[in-house]
Nanobody, 115 residues
């Protein structure tokens, strides 16, 4: 089992920044991928960013490229999502995920961007 706990969401004005954190615990050995999804009201959950811990490679949704950066601190078992130049359309619940045999989810953290 893998447990994921997110933090760092909140309310910010358009153009501002936030940093989300996701701490992994439990059977974290050999996690294949970690990252973030988001889900706005009435919409499907979409992939935002992924990092492959073994090689450090990253992937971003087109809508966040150049604005968001995913990174990890292996010593702290933590993945971060630095979000800059936030837009109202970034408003959503952001979910951390990890893949190790199956997909695990965090509880979600709300990000609200006001115009």
């Amino acid at each position: 089992q893998v447990q994921l706990v997110e933090s760092g969401g909140g309310l910010v004005q358009a153009g501002g920044s936030l940093r989300l954190s996701c701490v992994a615990s439990g059977s974290i050995f050999s996690i294949n991928a970690m990252g973030w999804y988001r889900q706005a009201p009435g919409k499907q959950r979409d992939l935002v960013a992924t990092i492959i811990p073994s090689v450090g490679s990253t992937h971003y949704a087109d809508s966040v490229k150049g604005r968001f950066t995913i990174s990890r601190d292996s010593a702290k078992n933590t993945v971060y999502l630095q979000m800059n130049s936030l837009k109202p359309e970034d408003t959503a619940v952001y979910y951390c995920y990890a893949i190790r045999a199956r997909q695990y989810w965090g509880q979600g953290t709300q990000v609200t961007v006001s115009s």
